[in-house]
């Protein structure tokens, strides 16, 4: 391998990459958020879509704020805590179809240990466990690998029961190796619990027979293949939209300091919660050509870089605000401005003035 192959390789293994992924078409069945049959997989550029709209007022991230305001979540029945209607269903879905899932398991695993493994080679096994490590958008593989000889001779190999067999090779891998299980950081908290596959990870692919959950042969988080097989409960989905959009508007509440000098129970709130969803997030630097770097964002969901997009204008002073006129979200250019557009302030004064009239008794046209 000569000297460019070998920097090309490091680059690509090392660098990381503001890249996010989508499939174009969705459906929600059972309960989860899932590409359609047949749909294709794609990947677009998320931060450059951010940069590319620093100077305006609508930054990616508002989109999904948007799309909270606009769902009707409803309590259901006691076997599913939220039920939505069918026009937000559609809202969900062509939401999930221009930016893809939030990446609500890869946003909260930062290891996943994955069951022990043993191919049988004549006398002996071969024996493997792979492990996952999360690190900004990319996760790493870590093997512990081993052999395992039979103890059994040449004559008496061949008379012993299959069964047998399993059942000793079963039995040197719970051995030799951990059982499965994830590292688990729930969103909104700083403290990490070790759990096993069939709870929190299981539960974001449906289609994994439940006797399979722990032993199963998941694909690397984040390829191709772990795409085509992941789903996102909508409960999830919607719980980590909520958090994000709760943790701006306690953000941008009332004061952020008492009258003592310290911050507020709305602003300390907002931190902490806003705060947990960045914790995923990292910077690089990467050759932009023309003898020049950049630095490049990236994470391990959607939807912490959504919350560190918002970290960014909250840093620069540049708050997202409800519109009172459409209550849309919004970036506002100066601290006075109340609305999103010329036509939501027209829109506005119209109605003061309407409103106006009435008051005096006056006869308003419609």
């Known amino acids: 391998m000569d000297k460019y192959q070998t920097a090309k390789r490091n680059t690509d293994l090392y660098a990381i990459n503001s890249e996010w992924w989508r499939f174009d078409r969705y459906e ?4 989860y958020v899932r590409p359609a049959p047949g749909a294709k997989l794609e990947v677009y550029n998320l931060w450059e879509e ?3 709209t620093q100077r305006k007022d609508t930054p990616p991230y508002h989109s999904l704020l948007n799309l909270i305001d606009r769902m ?3 309590l259901a029945n006691e076997s599913s805590l939220l039920a939505l209607t069918p026009e937000s269903k559609d809202l969900l879905l062509v939401w999930c179809a221009e930016n893809g899932l939030l990446g609500m398991l890869p946003q909260q695993v930062q290891m996943v240990v994955l069951a022990a493994k043993g191919q049988h080679l004549s006398y002996t096994v071969e024996s493997s466990q792979s492990r996952y490590i999360r690190k900004n958008n990319k996760w790493y593989l870590s093997s512990h690998s081993g052999e395992f000889h039979w103890h059994y001779t040449d004559e008496s190999y061949f008379t012993v029961d299959k069964e047998e067999q399993e059942k000793e090779l079963k ?12 590292l688990i ?4 908290s700083d403290e990490l619990s070790q759990e096993p596959l069939s709870k929190t990870w299981a539960s974001f692919f449906p289609d994994v027979p439940e006797n399979e959950r722990e032993t199963y042969e998941y694909p690397e ?7 085509q097989i992941y789903a996102e409960p909508v409960e999830a989905f919607l719980r980590g939209a909520v958090i994000l959009k709760d943790a701006l508007e306690f953000l941008g509440k009332g004061e ?5 000098g310290n911050i507020s129970f709305n602003t300390a709130l907002g931190l902490s919660m806003i705060n947990s969803l960045v914790s995923s997030v990292g910077t690089g630097l990467y050759f932009a050509g023309n003898n020049s770097y950049r630095q490049q964002w990236a994470s391990s969901s959607l939807l912490a870089s959504y919350a560190a997009m918002a970290v960014f204008d909250l840093a620069g002073n540049r708050p997202p605000r409800r519109c009172e006129g459409c209550k849309e979200f919004f970036i506002r250019g100066s601290h006075k401005a109340l609305h999103c557009s010329d036509t939501c302030r027209h829109t506005a004064q119209k109605r003061r003035y309407r409103d106006r009239k009435r008051q005096k008794g006056e006869e308003v046209k419609p």
């Open 28 to 31: 929600l069945r059972g309960g």
């Open 50 to 52: 951010y940069f590319d």
């Open 72 to 74: 009707d979540i409803r």
């Open 171 to 182: 039995e040197h891998l719970s051995k030799a190796y951990r059982s499965p299980y994830a």
């Open 185 to 188: 950081q729930l969103i909104g």
């Open 221 to 227: 988080p984040l390829s191709e293949e772990f795409w």
């Open 256 to 260: 952020k300091t008492e009258g003592n």
